[in-house]
């Protein structure tokens, strides 16, 4: 026989007694694997199924620690009962049923270091030593922690937060959540139970921009549901940073109750603030209240430089302000005030003006009938009648020579002149009251006619009465067919100064 036979018969028989092992090792049902926690308890089941013709005579459980070495922890025979040889399981170790067929046993106040294989063995006729393995995983709930480390302001890099995951198995894993410029590294050591502690440290350059920002440590592991989280503030110490506010460059003289404040941006809390002014005497006028420097009232003792000084544990840090007084006879706070008062005044007085000039240009165009061309004017329903220009000295009225314009209710619009030539009196030559109220002339030429019909009036005033000594005290007023209009005589009456005026309806 070749020797390439020989091998492959070999195999051929190696493979058959392979294929019976695992059909007689599938007799013996065991879990594959289980898992406990420290100071519990677990049941490890086994039961030899399909005996058949197959005598069992004796089961065991073996502890494997570490592989190829087993320990014996406990043995049950049919005739002999239970037995426990193992000291380090003595009285933690228990048959639950004490039979040959179901030899499942239950291991009390279960340690880390129980971890590892245990295998149900059974003793039989005629097919020798049939067997199954369980592997107890012993898990470890880690002790999670995580803390900021106080750390002081610098250029180099230092660790500003630590988290740790203490004492579980398996072992943990942890990351970091932060916008935070930074980096962090685990490291991991074994504890004599077994048990695995992780450690993670995060690393920056510390800056006073940092402190209080916030990271989060997430740990991760087989018996959490889901990553304990921690959220933390980095604290990040430094010395006062100072500045003073509250000066607007607005201190003029007799101005009150100016403030400044001393703010510091310091970690720790600063301990003490003192102000101070570069003269070395603090002004009578001022007053401070631990941050607050309150100026009651401004005067050129204030016109000096003021210093504030914080200090804490770490250090001090001061700031300057230099406060300069003004002249001002006036509050400037009462500028708006003040404009508003001036704006009001001149819109009243531009209203007022404009009141003013429509009056004004409204009596001009009553006091004359008609307008520069020749048009009439309106004078609603009433009658006008132009008299003498003045009164004489004696307070008598001067007498009417010039024409009267009367206006007609039965006619709306319409102005009648009535004659009011009188025998003694030549109609060819007018009077100065004539030429003023025809409405051919501007304003300045009927000025010049009054001042000349006022030195003219007291002249002919007494040959004016002479003329008319004759006529009783009412004028009788005459028709004139062919000149005038005619109109009612008796609505007209005659006055004691000389003149004549409507019964009905008189604008004077």
Known sequence: MSDFTMINCCLILGACLLSSQVVWSQRVRVEYEVTAYPNSSVNLRCEFINSGN?????????????????????????????????????????FTRGSLENPSIRIDKLKMADAGRYICEYATYPSGNEQGTTTLIMLAKPKNSATAIPVRAGPSEVVVASCVAAQGKPEATISWITTIAGRYNNTSVPEVDGTVTVKSEFRMV???????????????????????????????????????????????????????????????????????TTSGQMPPSVRVEHNRLLVRKVDETVNTTFVCEVKNRLGAGKKELSATVIESTEDPSSAGVVAGAILGSFLALVLVGALVTVLVMRSRRQQHGYSGDGEQSAYGNKTRLFGGKKASKNGTGANNNGPIYTYRESDPGALTEKCNEFPHMTASTPTAHDILLSGELNEAERRKFD?????????????????????????????????????????????????????TAIYV
Not at 77 to 91: D, I, V
Not at 221 to 246: M, N
Not at 468 to 491: K, N, T, V, W
Request: glycine content about 4%; some cysteine.
């Open 206 to 276: 510390p800056t006073p921009a940092e402190n209080g920002k916030e990271l989060t440590c997430l740990v991760t592991q087989r018996t959490q549901s889901e990553p304990k989280s921690f959220t933390l503030k980095l604290v990040v110490e430094y010395p006062p940073t100072v500045t003073i506010d509250g000066y607007d460059n607005n201190w003029y003289m007799g101005r009150t109750d100016a403030v400044l404040t001393c703010e510091a941006d310091a970690n720790p809390e600063p301990t003490e603030i003192t102000w101070t």
């Open 451 to 503: 001042a000349l019909n006022d030195s003219l009036e007291e002249e002919e005033e007494e040959e004016r009465y002479d003329r008319f000594s004759g006529l009783p005290p009412s004028y009788q007023i005459h028709r004139h067919e062919d000149e005038c209009a005619p109109y009612l005589d008796d609505d007209m009456e005659s006055q004691r100064d000389g003149s004549i005026i409507s019964r």
């Open 54 to 94: 197959t005598k069992l005579t004796q089961v065991s459980w073996m502890f494997e620690r570490v592989e190829g070495d087993r320990h014996n922890i406990a043995v049950f025979h049919p005739n002999y009962g239970a037995s426990f040889p193992n000291k380090e399981f003595e009285g933690r170790v228990n």
